[in-house]
């Protein structure tokens, strides 16, 4: 099962980046492995629609350009950054970053600007590699380095990405009429609902308070 998780969280990852014919192009060549991971996995989702509006959306691109900056960057109506969530609470947002990047650093990675390390975009990819590295280390019968990647994909949903990703959607679904941004926020609800069973601990983000970030822009992308 893990091939398809991998493929679905890097699915994902493509699909929330800044929106492009290039994009959407790459999006409709791994429809059919992405229906495939997702009857693997046990998620029911219409992806047969997706693949109409990724279609319809190819004309007119700039529409959903325009969408994505008003949702995840200037009206900031969905934040795509974890971090946007504790704004708040500066210190609590400087130690949520710090810790993200620690996860990076431990798997010798490094998210460069103008990529934010909380953005939903790398947290999405990260997720990916850390299954590609623990099946890479299973297949060469490293114990320890498949259990070090397993950990790691585990405390990072609890601590990060489990967090906040329903209040995302949420937020998501609730400010937009872009068919194209609803669809993938469902599928993003329903694979990390399917990837948070058997993990304990995590504490969902339940409030957003958009006026604290009035005059904050946000960049995501991977």
């Given amino acids: 099962m893990s091939v398809y998780k991998a493929y679905v969280y890097s699915f994902l990852s493509v699909a929330f980046s800044y929106p492009s014919e290039e994009v959407l192009d790459e999006l409709w060549g791994g429809l059919d492995d992405l229906s495939l991971s997702l ?17 319809e959306s190819k004309r007119r691109v700039l529409d959903l350009k325009g969408e994505w900056t008003s949702l995840f960057s ?29 996860f990076y650093k431990a798997f010798g990675l490094d998210v460069k600007p103008p990529v934010e390390p909380d953005s939903l975009v790398a947290e999405l990819e990260f997720m990916a590699y850390l299954i590609k590295k623990e099946m890479y280390a299973e297949e060469r019968g490293m114990e320890e380095e498949a259990r070090i990647a397993k950990e790691a994909y585990t405390n990072f949903f609890r601590d990060h990405l489990g967090r906040w990703y329903r209040i995302f959607t949420d937020l ?20 990390l609902d399917n990837q948070r069973e058997g993990i304990e601990g995590i504490k969902d983000i339940e409030e957003y308070r958009k006026e604290v970030l009035e005059g904050s822009t946000w960049k995501c992308g991977f």
């Fill in 39 to 55: 009857k693997e996995l046990g998620i029911e989702f219409d992806v047969e629609a997706l693949r109409r509006v990724i279609e």
């Fill in 172 to 191: 998501v679904k609730e400010n937009t009429e872009e068919e194209y941004y609803k669809l993938i926020a469902t599928l993003l609800r329903l694979f």
């Fill in 74 to 102: 200037t009206s900031l109506k969905a934040p795509a950054n974890e971090s946007a969530y504790e704004m708040d609470k500066a210190a609590r947002r400087a130690w949520e970053l710090a810790d993200i990047e620690g």
